[in-house]
T-cell receptor
Framework: GEDVEQSLFLSVREGDSSVINCTYT??????LYWYKQEPGAGLQLLTY?????DMKQDQRLTVLLNKKDKHLSLRIADTQTGDSAIYFC????????????FGTGTLLAVQP | DTGVSQNPRHKITKRGQNVTFRCDPI?????LYWYRQTLGQGPEFLTY????????KSRLLSDRFSAERPKGSFSTLEIQRTEQGDSAMYLC?????????????FGQGTRLTVV
């Protein structure tokens, strides 16, 4: 079945780049997403990538997809304290439902 | 505010009681999802509606759980005879009709605590 895994914690200094990694098991994924969750808040979609793409850049965010290794990463350039949150990667596998399969989340702590 | 709205935001209930949560999706969205998120975990899919039809239910949705979307607009999720293991954040999401990628917008969730 589908499974999505992430490392639990990442600590960086303000101004550095952050790289959050994710692996997934089912190669039939169609879209892969990165969501941000701040304390007490819902999930905010940051960016997504279609499975036939290798890279997508959106301002400070860069998504890299390695389909062979089933590895997805999110790079945040010039990380700010406001980027401190939990980041979830998620995948969809097509079909009528288009439900999201989420990873366990990575807590990003940005030190001033 | 035209986002996804969930009520209540917090619910504390005694074990064995029934609870009902409500989700109001974005008005033109015909797809509606319920997810459950426990502490330290990512959200897990519970059920999916397209308009008023419930098209998929997860195995996580035991027979104590029932969800409805009677007119294809708002949705309710009821948990009967609550157990401590039901304590979680219940998230609702909606998305627009279409094929391929359609962004799911999430509400702020209802946090349930069963004591």
């Amino acid at each position: 079945g589908e499974d999505v895994e992430q490392s639990l914690f990442l600590s960086v200094r303000e101004g550095d780049s952050s790289v959050i990694n994710c692996t997934y098991t089912d190669s039939s994924s169609t879209y892969l997403y990165w969501y941000k969750q701040e304390p007490g808040a819902g999930l905010q979609l940051l960016t997504y990538i279609f499975s036939n793409m290798d890279m997508k850049q959106d301002q400070r965010l860069t998504v890299l997809l390695n389909k062979k290794d089933k590895h997805l990463s999110l790079r945040i350039a010039d990380t700010q304290t406001g980027d401190s949150a939990i980041y979830f990667c998620a995948a969809t596998y097509g079909g009528a439902t288009n439900k999201l399969i989420f990873g366990t989340g990575t807590l990003l702590a940005v030190q001033p | 505010d035209t986002g996804v709205s969930q009520n209540p935001r917090h619910k504390i209930t005694k074990r064995g009681q029934n609870v009902t949560f409500r989700c109001d999706p974005i008005s033109e969205h015909n797809r509606l999802y319920w997810y459950r998120q426990t502490l330290g975990q990512g959200p897990e899919f519970l059920t999916y509606f397209q308009n008023e039809a419930q098209l998929e239910k997860s195995r996580l949705l035991s027979d104590r759980f029932s969800a409805e979307r009677p007119k294809g607009s708002f949705s309710t999720l009821e948990i009967q005879r609550t157990e401590q293991g039901d304590s979680a954040m219940y998230l609702c999401a909606s998305s627009a009709p279409g094929h391929g990628n359609t962004e799911a917008f999430f509400g702020q969730g209802t946090r349930l605590t069963v004591v």
